[in-house]
């Protein structure tokens, strides 16, 4: 007799992968624009500025991964009990940490 197959572990932000990407894409471009001011000799508080804007677009991608990975990954932990249920607040307890150093 087989044994039944576990299910394919979906991340938390697999239904909405796609806007992620567009905003990452968003970002990367962004970036490049960095690189263009940059190499213009933009005024020094132009660049700083555009490089907010970046730091807070990627500040809100994760804060939004985030949370997808606290309603989706650690409640499913939770909900199964055991110390697999703490390991997860604890890895995302160390995730808020490495975004608010930033």
């Known amino acids: 007799m ?3 197959v576990p299910p394919i572990p979906t991340h938390g932000y697999s239904l909405t992968k796609d806007d ?3 905003r990452l894409r968003r970002i990367e471009g962004q970036v490049r624009g960095l690189q263009r001011l940059i190499d213009e000799d933009t005024y020094c508080i132009d ?3 555009q490089i ?3 730091t807070k677009a990627l500040q809100g991608v994760g804060v939004g ?3 997808e990975h606290i309603r989706h990954c650690v409640r ?3 909900q199964e009990g055991g110390a697999a249920g703490d390991a997860k607040i604890e890895e995302a307890v ?3 940490e490495r975004l608010l150093r930033t």
Do not use: C, F, H, K
Request: charged share 10%; net charge neutral.
């Open 20 to 22: 992620y990407l567009t």
């Open 47 to 49: 660049v700083l500025t």
């Open 2 to 4: 087989y044994g039944r």
């Open 76 to 78: 499913g932990a939770v």
């Open 94 to 96: 160390a995730a808020i």
């Open 65 to 67: 991964l985030l949370d």
């Open 52 to 54: 907010s804007s970046v």
